[in-house]
C-alpha cells in the first residue's frame, strides 16, 4: 500500500521470499561460489555409511552439480532435494525456484500468461489461475512419459507442477517448479507440492522507481 504523505514514491516491492519446506529437504543454492559445498555436502548425506561405492558417489555428485549448473544458467535462484523418509524409502521430489523475467516491458498478465501456456503446451498439461496468499498466480500440473529412447535413461513418468506467481509491484514472477518421479504417489505428493507454494510469503521491501524481484 502507498504511503499517503508520500505520493511520488513507488509502491513497496519485496526483496526476498520465504517458503515452508518439509522437515529433510535439502537447499541448494545457485550462485557458484556455493553451490559446490552445497552439492558436496548433500552427497556425503546420502551416502553416509556406505564406503564401497566410490563410483556411484562420484557419479551422483557431478550430475547433481551439472543440474544446478544448468539450473543457474536458466534464471534458478536456488534448488531443494527431498531426503525425506517413508520408512526406508527416500521420497524423490525436488522444487527448483527461478525468477521469471518479463518477455516484453509491462510484463503479462496473469490470464494471458495462463492462456499463453495453455495454447503453447501439451494437451494433456491442466493449466488454472487462482490466488495464493502471496498474490495471484497460475498452476500448471502435467505427467510427462519419457520415450524408449531418452538419453538419460529415465524410463519412469514424471508429475510436474509449475506455480508462477507474480511478484507484487513487479512484471516478473517468481516460477516454483515442483517435480517427483515417483508415480503411484503423484496426487499425494501433489498436495504436499500445493501446501509448500502455500507457504510462499514475501520478505522486506524495496521503494524505487521500477519493479522489484524477489531473491
Do not use: C
Amino acid at each position: 500500500m502507498r504511503a499517503l504523505d508520500e505520493p511520488d514514491r513507488m509502491p513497496a516491492a519485496p526483496v526476498d521470499y520465504q517458503l515452508a519446506l518439509p522437515e529433510g529437504w535439502f537447499r541448494i543454492p545457485l550462485e557458484a561460489t556455493a553451490r559446490q559445498a552445497s552439492v558436496e555436502a548433500l552427497v556425503e548425506r546420502q551416502f553416509k555409511g556406505v564406503d564401497d561405492a566410490p563410483h556411484l558417489k562420484r557419479q551422483a555428485q557431478e550430475d547433481l552439480l551439472a543440474r544446478a549448473v544448468e539450473a543457474e544458467r536458466n534464471g534458478g535462484i536456488e534448488l531443494y532435494i527431498s531426503l525425506q523418509q517413508i520408512g526406508p524409502m527416500t521420497i524423490p521430489a525436488s522444487l527448483l525456484v527461478t525468477l521469471a523475467t518479463p518477455p516484453r516491458p509491462g510484463g503479462v498478465s496473469v490470464t494471458e500468461l495462463a492462456n499463453h501456456l495453455q495454447e503453447n503446451g501439451p494437451q494433456e498439461q491442466q493449466v488454472a489461475t487462482g490466488k495464493l496468499p502471496a498474490g495471484a498466480a497460475v498452476r500448471v500440473r502435467q505427467r510427462t512419459v519419457p520415450a524408449e529412447n531418452d538419453p538419460s535413461g529415465n524410463s519412469l513418468p514424471t508429475t510436474t507442477l509449475d506455480y508462477y506467481v507474480r511478484i507484487p509491484e513487479s512484471d516478473a514472477y517468481l516460477l516454483l517448479t515442483f517435480s517427483t518421479p515417483l508415480d503411484p504417489l503423484a496426487d499425494a505428493l501433489v498436495e504436499l507440492f500445493d501446501a509448500v507454494a502455500g507457504s510462499l510469503a514475501w520478505v522486506g521491501t524495496s521503494t524505487s522507481t521500477g519493479g522489484g524481484a524477489a531473491s
